[in-house]
């Protein structure tokens, strides 16, 4: 059995990789479980062109396995909703319904998606309040993650909005700090570390998608080969900043790059930059 690289060296923040619409759903797990991550996510992500996966491509005992392995191995799994799903439409919300019902199957402990502002703060709160019900019963986390266009100020307001729900466990649900997007953010363009900083010190931050750019697309660069590859100065304010969070969460790396040993290395300087910190 290999062993856990990632949670031998820190059994308290994780790293893992992401399955890719590039690969086989199952691909990038088995990569994961063979080179000792000790997380790893499910993002169905089917592209127009007919490329990616569904829920629906994970067969009951696909899903038996996945959850056996994962055990196995002790990595600790979780879903990134399809981007398309908007809590704020029944569809959307049905999406995301699918991916609680597949946590709950594979055993993944936290659910993901995305912030959205196209309506206003009060009714996306109103509207994921039975899921973060529904999540309370089924013993998933919820967390939400910033898009490039959402802002700190957004995140502070609707945790605000969530303190206020009757019966909601403000536990349950926690914020998906994604660095790339916030590095695109048009408030704070390459500076995500600022980003981070305008964030209310209470938003509790649950979990973390790793990924790098230049400040001018979505590029989904693994760490370290954009601008950390020059200087590793941003990724160590983080790194600091979360542990002064208590962060205890995933760190997930959003790409299945050529070669997939970009993945280790990341992974390997990560830890380096953790056990320093």
Request: glycine content about 6%; charged content about 25%; aromatic content about 8%.
């Amino acid at each position: 059995m290999p062993q856990n690289t990632n949670s031998k060296l820190n059994a308290e923040i994780r790293i893992g990789n992401q399955t890719s619409f590039s690969a086989e759903p199952i691909q990038p797990f088995e990569y994961a479980i063979e080179n000792g991550f000790s997380a790893f996510e499910w993002f169905p992500d089917k592209q127009p062109a007919g490329q990616g996966w569904e829920i629906d491509d994970l067969s009951a005992g696909m899903r038996s396995d996945i959850k056996k392995r994962a055990l196995e191995h002790d990595v600790r799994m979780s879903i990134h909703s399809p981007w398309t799903a908007n809590p704020l439409t029944t569809e959307g919300q049905a999406a995301i319904l699918e991916c609680f019902k597949l946590a709950r199957d594979i055993d993944a402990k936290l659910v993901n998606f995305h912030l959205l502002t196209d309506k206003s703060l009060e009714a996306y709160s109103e509207a994921i309040e039975p899921l973060i019900k529904f999540s309370a019963e089924l013993g998933v986390k919820i967390s939400l993650e910033n898009t490039p266009i959402t802002t700190p100020d957004d995140f502070n307001n609707l945790f605000r909005l969530l303190g206020n729900l009757t019966g909601v466990n403000s536990e349950q649900v926690g914020m998906c700090f994604d660095v790339g997007h916030a590095n695109l953010c048009g408030l704070t363009k390459n500076d995500y570390i600022g980003f981070l900083d305008r964030l209310d010190l209470n938003i509790p931050i649950n979990h973390i998608h790793l990924h790098e750019n230049h400040g001018d697309y979505d590029a989904h660069l693994t760490v370290f080969t954009g601008p950390a590859k020059n200087s590793d100065t941003g990724l160590r304010m983080l790194i600091e900043r979360l542990k002064k969070r208590g962060f205890t969460g995933s760190m997930i790396l959003e790409q299945w790059p050529q070669p997939p040993l970009l993945l280790n290395q990341a992974r390997d300087r990560l830890n380096e930059i953790i056990s320093e910190s």
